[in-house]
């Protein structure tokens, strides 16, 4: 699937990506000539076949928090192997429709010393997308 928004270029240091109607409630998004495509569970019309966008943005979270910890095991000298990265979020009651909570649990691998956890956090913390929800960014729908 080629969108319109795929071939346009980009300004510099600009990424862009197209998300692409595939059926019902699904859609890919292509962004690098990557693919991924998102839906919607069954009770909410979709046919269940990926993660929800609102997964996804969770997911996104915790795999930036992964990526940052791993960054600063491996700056350190310690091993990856073992590192995980859980989350759970919870959907706001009112309106407008958002994500109210999200809480993410950093599991550094066994033997990792109990005394670097507070750093490996503080790292982890501030990762990219942790950033961007702290100091939102300008929105445009077009």
């Known amino acids: ?31 690098r ?10 009770d909410s019309g979709g046919a269940n076949q990926a993660p929800t966008p ?8 915790a795999a930036c ?5 791993g960054r600063y095991l491996t700056r350190h000298g310690f091993d990856r192997d073992g590192l995980t990265v859980a989350s759970e979020f919870t959907m706001a009651t009112d309106r407008p429709a958002r994500v109210a909570t999200i809480r993410i649990a950093l599991h550094p691998p066994a033997g990792f010393p ?14 990219t997308v942790h ?12």
């Open 114 to 127: 109990a005394e670097r956890l507070a750093a490996l956090t503080a790292v982890a913390s501030h990762c």
């Open 65 to 69: 928090v992964a990526f940052y910890a």
């Open 131 to 142: 950033n961007t929800l702290q100091h939102q960014p300008e929105i445009t729908v077009a």
């Open 54 to 61: 609102t997964e996804l943005f969770v997911a996104s979270l």
């Open 1 to 31: 699937m080629t969108s319109a928004v795929q071939t346009n270029k980009a300004a510099a240091g600009t990424t862009r990506l197209a998300v692409d109607y595939v059926r019902g409630e699904e859609y890919e998004i292509t962004v």
């Open 33 to 42: 000539g990557h693919h991924v495509r998102v839906d919607q569970p069954a």
